[in-house]
């Protein structure tokens, strides 16, 4: 069974690159599952904020398209977010999981995340 | 895009049916998904293609979905049932979230 686990720093300034990485054991980054970041602001609900592909190709929520970057390191098995110029509205708890995907019996396309990490809190304040 | 609405809490008595409702145009037309996430844990798929359940998940757990509205039934709620549940779906290129439903057993 796949197991993630978020990495990084729990303080970021106004204004900087938020940087988190999720580390992938039990599994290889290179399996057919889309790496996904989701945050949740504390007492808030869940926002879906973008995922990789093992063959690098990527996908973000529109909202926040033009500060983030989703990158992966197959030789470490891990894969990473960066958030640029965040704002205090960027506090949350980061999540990383992996998501299921493909066409059903119904011949609807499917995409779930069923392996979510323990999640990282991360402050932006000065 | 794709805007998914759920209402923001629900209360039931232990033993009782809880029916949690997730709203969007045409979501019949495609795939809900149903996680729970318990105070201080991170999200647990309940449901996937509107109405399939992982392993390990209660038999008491299960979904719909048709026309505009996806359902999330528990049937004999128990006390470890008492979560914030959020229903999901794909919509082109993005996954979308509900806003949540807080469930309330007492």
């Known amino acids: 069974q796949v197991q993630l686990q978020e990495s990084g720093p729990g303080l970021v300034k106004p204004s900087q690159t938020l940087s988190l990485t999720c580390t992938v054991s039990g599994g290889s980054i290179s399996d057919s599952f889309y790496w996904c970041w989701i945050r949740q602001p ?3 609900g869940l926002e879906w904020i973008g995922h ?5 190709s990527t996908s973000y929520s529109p909202s926040l398209k033009s500060r983030v970057t989703i990158s992966a390191d197959s030789s470490k098995n891990q894969f990473s977010l960066n958030l640029s110029s965040v704002t205090a509205a960027d506090t949350a708890m ?3 999981a992996s998501a299921h995907w493909g066409w059903g019996s119904r011949g ?14 991360v402050t932006v304040s000065s | 895009s794709q805007e998914l609405t759920q209402p923001p809490s629900l209360s039931v008595s232990p033993g009782q049916t809880a029916s949690i409702t997730c709203s969007g145009d045409k979501l019949g037309d495609k795939y809900a998904y149903w996680y729970q996430q318990r105070p201080g844990q991170s999200p647990v798929l ?5 109405s399939e359940r992982p392993s390990g998940i209660p038999e008491r757990f299960s979904g719909s979905n048709s026309g505009n509205t996806a359902t999330l039934t528990i ?6 049932d008492e979560a914030d549940y959020y229903c999901q779906a794909w919509d082109t290129t993005t996954a979308v979230f509900g806003g949540g439903t807080k469930l309330t057993v007492l």
């Open chain 2, 46 to 50: 309940v449901i996937y293609k509107d």
């Open chain 2, 75 to 80: 049937s004999g709620t128990q006390a470890i």
């Open chain 1, 94 to 96: 980061y999540y990383c």
């Open chain 1, 52 to 56: 990789i592909y093992s063959s690098g």
């Open chain 1, 42 to 44: 504390a007492g808030k």
């Open chain 1, 108 to 121: 609807y396309y499917f995409y779930y995340m069923d392996v979510w990490g323990k999640g990282t809190t």
